[in-house]
């Protein structure tokens, strides 16, 4: 089969739209000619205007390569609308700085003085403007109509899954070698390169908004960084594009509107190793995992802790999960049984976090009680007990925030104190290094995060500024960075 150069186009241009792209989007459709005509969904877009939801609509048909004349009946119809419930700035907006409403006032200036004119009623009633040509209701539903001639509905992401396909057909083939990473653009073996640097961050990607009943509890980030999870206050998981911050509907089961949810708030987020599953705890102190692909649940701990479920971890291996609670408890529990393996008993507060060894031999958990405390994971022995912030402090011990493994160090772990402190902790249970904020730029750390080559530790203080130092010399790199006005819950 020969594919036709304006079919590459037309898979390019929805892409570029998904993504969010519009810039480039605009050029290619003004180099090529070629417009992709297509929505996300033709029924939800005819009921959108059938229900008047027209800033929905509107955003539909600017990348839609709707025909002009039906666009201008749906303007039209749209400023009538607006002038009715007497919302006059958007009106005018739309009147005198759209396209459409310019080829009218060319083509039809008769039609468009009409519409000048109702600017200037102080009452209007739409019913009386378009006497004899039905309904407001009616007017919707056959502009409804004639749109949705006009568009279509294309599978999301089709670029990129007929790339899968073909890349998967060749494997099969042997064609592309599996299990080794290949540059499709030059078609050969990839040579594996280790970057030796992690770099601070320098400004905001992408900025994910969220109702203020459904602000996020928690967040993870996929291993291979394609996705970006966050599990809301009312239960929610959601799955974004970590580079665009948009809804990663690729995702069949997003696509079609289905969520996973928890019964109560989501308070802690991880994805297994293999990227395959992601397993949430929740304030209730129930946990549950499900599988990314398809959003189907894959294990659920209904009795997982009494209280909230504070930390999730898998096992190196993906065969267990490891779950910290503010019942001051910490429990392994096995994936496929759904059985508690294990527990660790001896915080005197509740757990913050709680991670596995590299090796899994041993656990490592983090507490309010200021205190970390090394396991054996197999008898669930405490071999070492830390108190790593009692020589800067008088009588009060400050929290821990959590304990986080080092890529290349599995002999070492970060710990982020609710102090302007940030400790390094071996295996041994000693204390290697600290390193501090600089003076009066941080009170107390809220978050922190080790980037992937283990060369740099991140951390976010109350004041909202995300501070970065150098894991072996302890020295902050450049200058904070401000990345929220309101309070910070989390980080990854």
Request: proline share 4%; with cysteine.
């Amino acid at each position: 089969m020969d594919v036709e150069s304006s079919t590459v186009v037309r898979l390019v241009e929805q892409f570029l739209k998904e993504h969010n792209l519009l810039k480039t989007l605009e050029t290619l459709k003004s180099e090529s000619g070629i417009t992709v005509n297509t929505v996300d969904n033709v029924n939800t877009f005819k009921s959108d205007i059938i229900k008047g939801k027209w800033e929905s609509v509107l955003a539909s048909v600017e990348q839609a390569g709707v025909a002009q004349g039906k666009l201008v009946d749906l303007y039209e119809h749209i400023i009538i609308e607006l002038v009715e419930l007497r919302d006059m700035g958007p009106a005018r907006a739309l009147l005198r700085q759209t396209e459409p409403m310019e080829i009218m006032r060319t083509s039809q200036p008769d039609r468009y003085l009409k519409l000048e004119q109702l600017l200037s009623r102080t009452t209007l009633d739409f019913n009386d403007v378009f006497r004899g040509r039905g309904t407001k209701e009616s007017r919707r539903l056959e502009i409804a109509e004639s749109l949705a001639n006009e568009v279509s509905a294309a599978p999301p992401s089709r670029l990129l899954t007929l790339l899968g396909h073909s890349i998967q057909w060749q494997k099969q083939q042997g064609i592309i070698p599996d299990g080794v990473p290949y540059d499709l653009l030059y078609g050969k073996v990839q040579e594996v390169v280790s970057s030796s640097e992690d770099r601070p961050p320098t400004r905001i990607l992408a900025t994910i908004k969220f109702p203020k009943s459904e602000h996020p509890c928690s967040l993870a980030f996929s291993p291979s960084g394609e996705y970006l999870a966050t599990g809301s206050v009312g239960g929610f998981i959601e799955f974004w594009s970590a580079m665009t911050g948009k809804i990663a509907d690729e995702l069949d089961f997003q696509a079609k509107g289905s969520l996973m949810m928890m019964e109560d708030a989501v308070t802690s987020l991880v994805f297994s190793h293999s990227g395959d599953l992601v397993c949430a705890g929740a304030s209730d102190g129930k946990i549950k995992a499900w599988k990314v692909k398809s959003g189907s649940t894959a294990k659920r701990f209904p009795a997982a802790h009494a209280q909230r479920v504070s930390s999730v971890a898998f096992s190196r291996d993906d065969t267990q999960i490891l779950s910290g609670s503010s019942d001051g408890i910490v429990r392994i529990h096995g994936l496929k049984s759904g059985n508690i393996l294990r527990e660790f008993r001896g915080h005197a507060a509740g757990i913050t976090s709680a991670v596995f060894t590299e090796d899994m031999s041993r656990v490592v958990s983090t507490s309010d009680d200021g205190s970390l405390r090394i396991w054996e994971s197999g008898s669930a022995e405490c071999l070492y007990t830390v108190l790593p912030g009692s020589d800067k402090v008088g009588l009060s011990m400050p929290g821990i925030v959590s304990a986080l493994a080092i890529p290349g160090r599995p002999t070492e772990f970060i710990v982020c104190t609710k102090s302007p402190t940030i400790y390094v902790v071996g295996i041994d249970g000693q204390v290697k290094r600290s390193f501090a904020a600089k003076q009066g730029t941080c009170n107390e750390f809220l978050a922190a995060a080790v980037m992937p080559q283990g060369k740099l530790v991140l951390a976010v203080s109350d004041t909202s500024a995300l501070h970065c130092f150098d894991i072996e010399s302890g020295q902050p790199q450049d200058n904070a960075l401000k990345v929220a006005d309101a309070e910070i819950f989390g980080m990854a």
